[in-house]
């Protein structure tokens, strides 16, 4: 299983992005899809996860500003970005997860100016 990421930039204060990260394998629809995020001096963070059923789960700090996605038939996850702020700075990657197995997209970097 591959992941790759992508959809990061540079964007101001209330701007919006969209990451996508595209899986191969066959296994994507069984799995449970998520977003992490990485900031320079910081744990990696947990910011959005969808099940293979649709359920989605945010962060309290992200709640009510990200949306995760999914499409089984393009084996993609998105995660749209909006009222983005400075402290949204970070390097964000994609999570495969199934069974015992997990697997990590490469990150991408977004960079939210003030």
């Known amino acids: 299983v591959q992941l790759q990421a992508s959809g990061g930039g540079l964007v101001q204060r209330g701007g919006s992005l969209r990451l996508s990260c595209a899986a191969s394998?066959?296994?994507?629809?069984?799995?449970?899809m998520q977003w992490f995020r990485q900031a320079p001096g910081k744990q990696r963070e947990l910011v959005a996860s969808i099940t293979s059923g649709g359920r989605t789960n945010y962060a309290d700090s992200v709640n009510g500003r990200f949306t995760i996605s999914r499409d089984n038939a393009q084996r993609t996850v998105s995660l749209r970005m909006s009222s983005l702020k400075p402290e949204d700075t970070a390097v964000y990657y994609c999570?495969?997860?199934?069974?015992?197995?997990?697997?990590w997209g490469q990150g991408t970097q977004v960079t939210v100016s003030s």
């Open positions: 394998g066959f296994i994507f629809k069984y799995s449970t």
């Open positions: 999570r495969m997860v199934i069974t015992l197995f997990e697997y």
